[in-house]
């Protein structure tokens, strides 16, 4: 025994020797508990883990106490681990709602509890998930995540940084394939391997895949077992969720604007991006891990229930966060007045909702939703309209029950623009339990740029419901994929001169959806986050608000959109066998030269030369949406939406 300590007490001298003589620039700014971090590295565990704690990562990616590392070149901490400490992604495991909501599933399907709880742990518990699957563990549910630290570490460090390149972007649902090598993949070429290896016991390796909108596709694109009335799985898979898929379909992934460029912005400053290491080579770009999303209130009432929820996050760690979230949100989408016209007694008002997200407004959970409040008033300041408005209780007024359907016109407070997707079951009745939902009987959240009827992935995130048949939705000027939807407000007109108040309104968690999950008792997680739920004021936000001056006695009479050059096909939709008509606004009508039909293919299925300005809709065009090619006889080319409906 006399010879043992010695020999310890010696193999920890030559320990920190050599740390000190391959590190010579180790300063002060690792703190004291650090070590209990680094010490983990080197108990032999019994189960050898495949993903470090979060805290192990903290010891060089949290904040440097000597202001030389994390740090922009105005000295300001950019420190990604409390950025995504104070995230979603940080504490999606202790997420009050995702908690509930799982209750919620096994509540209603409690024969498949165990298998509703293994999949929701893959994406909001990740490391905790695949460490038990690795260990031979068949399922791992709320329970073993909650005595699990890597459980509770959320969407981790590893989470995301161990995503192998095998099969990358082609699994979803959770599903995620994980490079079991104990490497860390990071975005910087020629990492420092040593200090990650010896502290932590994992390797740094450089990877450009990390960086792409792949890695997100595993757990944001989502399909569900669809389940009949007794509770049996179906052959049928409803996509839930399909955020990945809407960006795959858009403009941003052709220009390749990944979901990081935007959910990650870059900072135009090199950072020195671990702490304790002198010398060290600057990096850039480098990536803020804000992981800014659209969830605010989730934000807040984090922020509000830390205790409770056992988060550890300073206040202004989680304000910065929502402000962050804020201003993403508030740029997601814009609205624009166009020049309005007279038709006999009324004055039609259009709008044009433009999405500059890289995928649907709103997406993801399919609580979300959008909605437009309008206000038209007089001269003498009196409303004619009031749409969109909220209740004390932050509800919607005149909410048709169980959903207000898709709107091209408004022409009352009644009639309500919500963008959102509504599920139902395989009975077709209006659903919030998610293992229930057979399909979307509306989906109007505004498509992104680009997004088209014909991409190969269409059909996981298609346009349902009225909004099929909108001639102005996701159509501009004809062309299929304008990312906007025009819609009209039509008033009376008995002034001179109307004020416009547009807001573009956002809720993630709806009171309406939670009526379903608070009628459930018994279950201390529905419990907790109704408690919460009851302490806040689920305040909407307000993403975009215009306000505009309309002088009548300078509005011209018309029948459509005031652009020289638009071409006009009315009625529109149309029944097979009834007459078209052809004109234009302002502009001499030039004749026509061609006049072609395809469908949404590009499949032609009718060709006419030199027509009238009128044309009868060919009688074996059966109810959908079609594509008008027309030419008039400049050589100018115009390109229209036609939807043909079932005149029964």
């Given at each position: 025994m006399r010879n043992v300590i010695p020999l310890i007490i010696?193999?920890?001298?030559?320990?920190?020797?050599?740390?000190q003589a391959v590190y010579p620039g180790l300063h002060s700014s690792h703190r004291s508990t650090d070590s209990e971090y680094f010490n983990m590295a080197y108990l032999p565990p019994i189960h050898e883990p495949h993903f470090p704690v979060s805290g192990q990562c903290a010891g060089c990616h949290d904040a440097d106490t000597e202001g030389i590392a994390n740090v922009d070149a105005d000295g300001n901490d950019v420190n990604v681990f409390d950025q995504w400490a104070a995230s979603i992604m940080g504490q999606s495991a202790k997420d009050p709602y995702w908690r509930a909501k799982v209750r919620h599933e096994t509540h209603n399907l409690p024969v498949h509890a165990d298998a509703i709880e293994n999949k929701c742990t893959s994406c909001h518990a990740p490391a905790g998930h695949y460490q038990a699957f690795f260990s031979g563990i068949a399922t791992y549910g709320l329970n073993e995540m909650y005595n699990d630290s890597l459980g509770l570490d959320g969407v981790s460090c590893g989470a995301c940084h161990q995503i192998s390149r095998e099969n990358f972007g082609t699994t979803f649902s959770g599903n995620i394939t994980y490079d079991t090598n104990r490497v860390i993949y990071g975005p910087y070429p020629f990492p420092l391997e040593g200090p990650m290896r010896d502290f932590v016991g994992f390797t740094p390796k450089f990877s450009e895949h990390i960086t792409a909108s792949e890695a997100c596709a595993p757990c944001h694109t989502l399909a569900?077992?669809?389940?009949?009335?007794?509770?049996?799985p179906t052959n049928q898979v409803f996509v839930e969720q399909a955020t990945y898929h809407e960006w795959l379909n858009s403009s941003f992934a052709?220009?390749?604007?990944?979901?990081?460029?935007?959910?990650?912005?870059?900072?135009?400053?090199?950072?020195?991006?671990?702490?304790?290491?002198e010398g060290l080579e600057k990096r850039f770009p480098y990536a803020l891990h804000t992981f800014s999303g659209a969830n605010?209130?989730?934000?807040?009432?984090?922020?509000?229930?830390?205790?409770?929820?056992?988060?550890?996050?300073?206040?202004?760690?989680?304000?910065?966060?929502?402000?962050?979230?804020?201003?993403?949100?508030?740029?997601?989408?814009?609205i624009e007045v166009l020049p309005a016209w007279l038709e006999k007694d009324s004055v039609v008002i259009p709008l044009r909702i433009v999405n500059r997200a890289g995928h649907k407004f709103p997406s993801g959970y399919p609580s979300r939703r959008a909605w437009l409040e309008i206000s038209v008033s007089d001269e003498n300041g009196m409303q004619l309209i009031h749409s969109g408005s909220i209740r004390d209780d932050f509800s919607l007024a005149h909410l048709d029950i169980p959903y207000e359907s898709h709107y091209d016109t408004i022409r009352n407070d009644g009639q309500v623009q919500v963008y959102e997707g509504v599920m139902v079951d395989l009975e077709d009745q209006f659903t919030t339990v998610l293992d229930k939902g057979a399909r979307y009987i509306k989906d109007n959240r505004i498509p992104p740029t680009g997004f088209l009827s014909s991409h190969p992935v269409a059909d996981t995130a298609r346009i349902e419901g009225k909004a099929r048949q909108d001639a102005n939705f996701n159509f501009g000027d004809g062309t299929e994929g304008s990312g906007t939807d025009d819609i009209f407000i039509k008033v009376p007109s008995t002034t001179s001169r109307l004020t416009i108040d547009v807001k573009m309104q956002y809720q993630s968690i709806p009171p309406e959806w939670l009526q379903e999950l608070f009628s459930v008792e018994g279950y201390a997680e529905i419990d907790l986050f109704k408690w919460m739920y009851d302490s806040i004021q689920p305040v909407p936000e307000l993403v975009t608000q215009v306000m505009d001056t309309i002088d009548l006695s300078t509005t011209s009479t018309g029948s459509t959109l005031q652009t020289p050059d638009q071409l006009i096909v009315f009625p529109n939709p149309a029944s097979a066998g009834q007459m078209l008509i052809f004109r234009k606004q302002k502009e001499p009508f030039a004749s026509?030269?061609?006049?072609?039909?395809?469908?949404?293919?590009?499949?032609?299925?009718?060709?006419?030369?030199?027509?009238?300005?009128?044309?009868?809709?060919?009688?074996?065009?059966?109810?959908?949406?079609?594509?008008?090619?027309v030419m008039d006889s400049t050589g100018r080319i115009y390109v229209k939406k036609l939807i043909i409906q079932d005149d029964q």
């Open positions: 010696l193999t920890g001298f030559f320990f920190f020797l050599g740390k569900t077992t669809v389940f009949d009335p007794e509770g049996q052709q220009n390749q604007v990944t979901c990081q460029t935007c959910h990650m912005p870059y900072i135009e400053d090199s950072v020195i991006i671990a702490s304790g290491y605010t209130m989730m934000l807040g009432m984090m922020k509000s229930f830390g205790d409770s929820l056992d988060i550890d996050v300073a206040d202004s760690m989680f304000q910065k966060s929502i402000l962050s979230t804020r201003g993403l949100l508030q740029r997601a989408v814009q026509i030269r061609r006049i072609m039909i395809f469908d949404i293919h590009g499949t032609p299925l009718f060709d006419r030369m030199n027509p009238s300005s009128t044309l009868q809709v060919p009688e074996d065009l059966v109810p959908g949406m079609y594509i008008l090619r």
